[in-house]
């Protein structure tokens, strides 16, 4: 089995049985509304830090899927500012944790919007400030042209 989805030897071209899937999205669907039902009886405070809690874990667990192991303290104070949750006592985040949270909740709170041009390159300025990930000048990418 491979260790990434594109390491496959049908990659892109997947297929799947409907039947087989369907009913796994069923069971998901059904626990997610069972999920959405508690966290309704839940007070706002409680509500809240359930939800900082599942997007820091979110992030930090798709940075690990890439190989990136980020501090997931800096990630939850960068969530939590996102919120408009107090973050007294976190340690402030680092510009890169700052970016991959800013791209990662744009991505997962507008998921329905098109993905233009102009969003996956706002992307890219928060994933990379300098226009680039560490490589040498001359070796980077013209994306712009």
């Known amino acids: 089995m491979s260790k990434y989805i594109y390491q496959e030897t049908s990659w892109p071209g997947f297929r799947w049985d409907r039947h087989k899937l369907a009913a796994a999205l069923a069971a998901v669907h059904h626990e997610q509304g069972r999920l959405l039902g508690r966290m309704e009886g839940l007070g706002f405070k409680l509500r809240q830090e359930a939800i900082l809690n599942s997007l820091t874990e979110g992030v930090l667990k798709s ?17 939590a500012r996102r919120l408009g949750m107090d973050v007294g006592g976190l340690r402030p985040p680092d510009r890169d944790v700052e970016g991959i949270v800013e791209m990662m909740l744009d991505a997962t709170s507008r ?8 969003r996956l390159f706002a992307w ?11 490589m040498k000048a001359d070796q980077g990418w013209d994306l712009a042209g």
Request: charged share 30%; proline share 3%.
């Open 124 to 134: 890219h300025a928060s994933l990379f400030p300098t226009g680039r990930s560490g």
């Open 111 to 118: 998921y329905e919007q098109a993905l233009t041009v102009e």
């Open 63 to 79: 940075c690990e899927i890439e190989g990136e192991k980020l501090d997931a303290e800096q990630v939850r104070s960068s969530v």
